[in-house]
């Protein structure tokens, strides 16, 4: 595999060993299988990670995008990857669900 022009990581509540939190309560988790597909049928150089707590439980659903370092928050299904893919392929933020 070539390295990605894009990783993502989906905040999946884990700290320590043990998964709990907003995130993972919100089903975190159901997004990676979407983001993954998303990204294929767009062509997109990116992989997708679930990560342990990003510490944004009043955000989550959250995530990050690197090496850009965008974060992002409120991320309850398809619709908010969608538009998330769609700035990122624009090259712009999806200002809508920025967390600053």
């Known amino acids: 595999m070539e390295k990605p022009d894009y990783h993502i990581f989906v905040c999946c509540s ?3 060993t043990e998964a ?3 995130c993972l309560r919100k089903e975190s988790p159901n997004l990676i299988p979407y983001l993954q597909e998303e990204l294929v049928d767009r062509g997109l150089n990116a992989m997708v990670a679930s990560s342990g707590c990003l ?5 989550g659903p959250a995530m990050v995008i ?7 928050g409120n991320i309850n299904g398809e619709a908010e990857v969608d538009e998330i893919l ?8 999806a200002e809508k669900y920025l967390i600053t």
Do not use: M, S, T
């Open 14 to 16: 884990f700290r320590g």
């Open 55 to 59: 510490n944004r439980c009043d955000d």
């Open 86 to 93: 769609d700035a990122l392929e624009e090259g712009v933020v």
């Open 20 to 22: 709990k939190g907003k």
């Open 66 to 72: 690197y090496p850009q370092g965008i974060w992002y």
